[in-house]
């Protein structure tokens, strides 16, 4: 596609459900990137892909959090039993040189 | 390690004025620099960056950014502002190394809000 997609754009959950959110970069890079911006603690690195592989997920805040990637394009992350603090807009990104990356609008959750 | 520091949580001028958004980084490598801008409800769009070419960056919008080693800054200006410009600016650093090659680390951001 044109530009990084992501879904739902938005996703209200009720505590302690599961969720799941999807990224399609952009056609063609290889490295895809998840971030979380949340009132008040900014712009959080949770990991990154290349190709299917994470080499960095120092940014996932626990182990309710994971995110794979298949065949080099879609990802997905997952929360399980999401927790009110989870709230907050999930960014993706990708980037075919890594010097230029390119993110998507974003998903916003919240968690009641 | 790498760091961003924005200077300004919010810089307010009026239109026509010029506008003037700080940011110090701090980085181990050779970083390379982004700013990024987020109007209300909206994603992150591309402003302009610097890959170790060129020092002085010109980007869209009428907006450019100098890199200046000496004081690890990367300011980022614009001659005149206009009504569309009011967002919040982010300063990014980026360095290419190890496991993390193309990890963006944010500043806080500056919200630029625009006067009549």
């Known amino acids: 596609g044109a530009g990084v997609s992501q879904s739902p754009s938005n996703k209200v959950t009720e505590k302690g459900k599961d969720v799941e959110l999807r990224c399609d970069p952009i056609s063609g890079h290889t490295a895809l990137y998840w971030y979380r911006q949340s009132l008040g603690q900014g712009l959080e690195f949770l990991i990154y892909?290349?190709?299917?592989?994470?080499?960095?997920k120092s940014g996932l805040p626990s182990d309710r959090f994971s995110a794979e990637r298949t065949g080099g394009s879609v990802s997905t992350l997952t929360i399980q039993r999401t927790q009110q603090e989870d709230s907050a807009v999930y960014l993706c990104a990708s980037s075919s040189d890594r010097a230029t990356i390119y993110f998507g609008e974003g998903s916003w959750l919240t968690v009641v | 390690a790498q760091s961003v520091t924005q200077l300004d949580s919010h810089v307010s001028v009026s239109e026509g004025t010029p506008v003037l958004l700080r940011c110090n980084y701090s980085?181990?490598?050779?970083?390379?620099l982004f700013w990024y801008v987020q109007h209300p409800n909206k994603g992150l769009q591309l402003l302009l960056k610097?890959?170790?070419?060129?020092?002085l960056v010109k980007g869209i919008n009428g907006f450019e950014a100098e890199f200046k080693k000496s004081e690890t800054s990367f300011h980022l200006t614009k001659p005149s502002a206009h009504m569309s410009d009011a967002a919040e600016y982010f300063c990014?650093?980026?360095?290419?190394?190890?496991?993390?090659?193309?990890?963006?680390?944010f500043g806080q951001g500056t919200i630029l809000t625009v006067h009549p």
């Open positions: 990014v650093v980026s360095y290419a190394g190890g496991t993390s090659y193309g990890k963006l680390t």
């Open positions: 892909f290349q190709g299917n592989s994470a080499p960095d």
């Open positions: 980085s181990s490598y050779s970083p390379s």
């Open positions: 610097y890959t170790s070419a060129a020092t």
